[in-house]
């Protein structure tokens, strides 16, 4: 079984910086994209940045210039570090990786999450 296991939140004072690791395990065949997307509440989940096995990346305009992404897909790992964080960015975040894997009997491509790490940003 596919599992992404998240650490790094925390509570941080705003202004502050913030790493958050993922380690996907399991029977992975492939992996053709990770990620890191954020879920506040009362708010729909959203893309925060992702990285591809051509180590293109990809961010939302909200935290271009304060976070970066750095990941390798073949070692099923990928970090997100957040700098000048605000109280906005509170919720939890959740890495994803978009992989060929083992689900149960059958093998299949799909998009795999964790179970979250949660951020708080105090003003």
């Known amino acids: 079984q596919v599992q992404l296991v998240e650490s790094g939140g925390g509570l941080v004072q705003a202004g502050g910086s913030l790493r958050l690791s993922c380690a996907a395990s399991g029977m992975i065949f492939g992996v053709e994209r990770m990620g890191w997307y954020r879920q506040a509440p009362g708010k729909q989940r959203e893309m925060v940045a992702t990285?591809?096995?051509?180590?293109?990346?990809d961010y939302a305009d909200s935290v271009k210039g304060r976070f970066t992404i750095s990941g390798d897909t073949a070692k099923r790992v990928v970090d997100l570090q957040m700098n000048s964080l605000t109280p906005e960015d509170t919720a939890v975040y959740y890495c994803t990786g978009d992989m060929t894997a083992r689900d149960g009997l059958v093998i299949r491509q799909a998009d795999y999450w964790g179970q979250g790490t949660q951020v708080i940003v105090s003003s």
């Open positions: 990285v591809d096995r051509g180590e293109n990346t």
